[in-house]
């Protein structure tokens, strides 16, 4: 079946503009994770949903980022006023229970100018 | 010092060798771990999880956890150049709404045909 999707695959911001990154998960599966992959470093946890319900935020690098899962299914991870640090992939990875078995979209590739 | 620790490489080796790659962790909370293949501008792709100590084989592919000492590995036998992409090693403990994933950097692997 159908993977994880994310779009845009590659966004280009100023600095200082508001950006919104949208994830689909595989259909069914309950939790949904946002990541974010800075150039040659392993994925760092932004958030997590379980179905619409926003479980784990502590990681957020700066409340200039916003997550949201209105439905339980799409997601949409927003940053705004972004800065040049926040260059880097955006991946989206969504998981039938346990979640350890996480899958991944390709990702967004955030460049900030 | 990061929660995990993983030497980024690169590691080039001829094909057909046996490739050994390790991770290092700190937090003894761990209980689940895994190991991701991500090919250049791909999401990452679960290879294989192990949960708690012992050993996991799938194919050519050999997972390793010793949490005595806090050290994982991944073995490839017989590479083939299609193994060449950046392996990263993440971990999870098993708390109920806290089911990140924690990664290592990861290692960026090349096998020379």
């Known amino acids: 079946g159908a993977g994880v999707s994310q779009s845009p695959r590659y966004k280009v911001a100023k600095r200082g503009q508001d950006v919104a990154l949208r994830c689909d998960p595989i259909s069914g599966h309950v939790s949904l994770f946002w990541y974010q992959q800075a150039l040659g470093q392993g994925p760092e946890f932004l958030t997590y949903f379980q179905n619409e319900a926003q479980l784990d935020k502590s990681e957020s690098p700066s409340d200039r980022f916003f997550a949201e899962r209105p439905e339980g299914s799409v997601s949409t991870l927003k940053i705004q006023r972004t800065q040049q640090e926040d260059s880097a992939v955006y991946l989206c990875?969504?998981?039938?229970?346990?979640?350890?078995?996480?899958?991944f979209g390709p990702g967004t590739r955030l460049t900030v100018t | 010092q990061k929660e995990v620790e993983q030497d980024p490489g690169p590691l080039s080796v001829p094909e057909g060798a046996i490739v050994s790659l390790n991770c290092t962790y700190s937090n003894s909370a761990f209980q689940y771990f895994m190991w991701y293949r991500q090919y250049s501008r791909k999401g990452p792709e679960l290879l294989m999880y192990?949960?708690?100590?012992g050993n996991k084989e799938d194919g050519r592919f050999t997972a390793q956890v010793d949490k005595s000492s806090k050290y994982i590995s991944l073995f490839i036998r017989d590479s083939q150049p299609s193994d060449s992409a950046t392996y990263l090693c993440?971990?999870?403990?098993?708390?109920?709404?806290?089911?990140?994933?924690?990664f290592g950097t990861g290692t960026r692997l090349t096998i020379i045909p």
């Open positions: 993440a971990m999870s403990d098993t708390n109920f709404g806290n089911e990140k994933l924690t």
């Open positions: 192990t949960y708690s100590s």
């Open positions: 990875a969504s998981s039938p229970p346990p979640a350890y078995e996480q899958y």
